[in-house]
């Protein structure tokens, strides 16, 4: 086992270690088929980039330590929590726990002070975890299945679900959520986020969401993150009332913060659906070249029943298409973008990408050992 896992540290250092290059300001492009050729494209060797990097960050990706978490008895554990438990406060390197297929049903947090951790799941069997917290137990952004406070996080096919019950409108405090990223310069591919109410706490710091779904009803991607999410399908589980996407929580005009949506696909069922609400008075989202289906509603962006908040909210949409799209119907205090104006939402610069962001690690020699 020492020396299989040696190798496979040999080979994630080769492999996964690249960051974006200085092309990070170049928009993304308008044709989705480009998308890939373009990521792929702008990557270099992380070992190029180390003056560009976050000193740390290339630091810690020059050791790579490897923790396997199974259901059966192959693994180091047979936990996340223990997993998680097993790496130092203060950590200085990548630590991947690399976590087999099934079901893991724990409550799951990774403390501030463990930096560097990524949790990675094969695209073919991807592991789920699983709890059913609820603002009623554990108040709403600590009812989450899996709490991420540290910096440099990184999650690759993973499910995670709050699997309580549907809220009904009768019962306190049924909000529920599936992730909370509150750290720093986080990267997610290829996650699905389930739940209902409050699925993603997109709480604070600058995050990436490449390839993911993210499923609810209520305000289901909320918080002070500044996020960019590309290629990701957001699925509404509508019934015909009131549903909404993004509850993004700016506040003050000083604060650096808001959602950015590009080549994302919305779906979903009923068709009343808004694209955001004025949950705190100054919220940013912008949705561009997305595909709308006719979830969303003709008005598309909600004052939350507060008009004073109309001339204080940053809500655009830029070359959207789809029969959700049409922006003839729209709420008045909502902007279509030109040109000028989308510009700093559609490129990586929007999350400083090229300080950060790597791409997922490839454990390709795992699944052979």
């Not at 079901?103 to 699983?130: A, Q, V, W």
């Not at 996080?153 to 405090?173: E, H, L, T, Y």
């Not at 999350?351 to 052979?368: E, V």
């Amino acid at each position: 086992m020492a020396t299989t896992m040696t190798s496979i540290a040999f080979f994630l250092l080769l492999s996964s270690s690249a960051v974006l290059a200085d092309n990070s300001n170049a928009q993304i492009p308008s044709d989705k088929s480009q998308l890939a050729p373009w990521f792929r494209n702008g990557i270099q060797n992380y070992k190029l980039r180390r003056t560009t990097l976050d000193p740390a960050l290339a630091k810690a990706e020059d050791s790579v330590k490897i923790i396997q978490v199974s259901k059966s008895s192959g693994g180091n554990f047979n936990t996340l929590m223990a997993a998680v438990n097993s790496v130092p406060a203060g950590n200085t390197q990548r630590v991947i726990i690399w976590i087999g297929g099934g079901e893991y049903k724990e409550k799951i947090k990774i403390d501030r002070n463990k930096p560097f951790i990524t949790f990675y799941g094969s695209p073919e069997d991807m592991p789920k975890l699983s709890f059913d917290g609820t603002a009623a137990k554990f108040g709403t952004v600590d009812s989450a299945t899996l709490i991420v406070e540290s910096d440099y996080f990184m999650a690759v096919n993973i499910i995670v679900i709050n699997s309580s019950p549907r809220p009904d409108g009768r019962r306190k405090g049924a909000q529920a959520v599936a992730l909370r990223v509150s750290g720093d310069k986080a990267a997610f591919y290829n996650c699905r986020l389930i739940g209902f109410q409050d699925t993603l706490c997109d709480d604070r710091g600058r995050h990436f969401f490449h390839g993911c779904y993210v499923e609810g009803t209520v305000d289901y991607i909320f918080g002070s993150g500044k996020s960019l999410y590309l290629s990701t399908e957001l699925h509404t589980k509508g019934d015909g009332g009131f549903s909404v996407i993004t509850a993004q929580a700016r506040n003050l005009e000083s604060e650096d913060n808001g959602y950015s949506f590009v080549h994302c696909t919305l779906s979903g069922t009923g068709g009343n659906t808004f694209l955001g609400r004025a949950w705190m008075s100054r919220p940013k989202v912008v949705f561009s070249y997305t595909f709308m289906s006719s979830v969303v509603s003709p008005l598309g962006w909600s004052n939350n029943i507060q008009p004073e908040r109309e001339s204080l909210v940053f809500y655009g949409e830029y070359k959207c298409m789809g029969p959700g799209a049409d922006t003839s119907k729209r709420s008045k205090f909502s902007k279509e973008l030109d040109d000028n104006g989308a510009t700093p939402f559609i490129t990586l610069n929007y999350i400083d990408a090229s300080t950060w962001l790597l791409p997922p690690p490839s454990l390709a020699l795992l699944w052979k050992t």
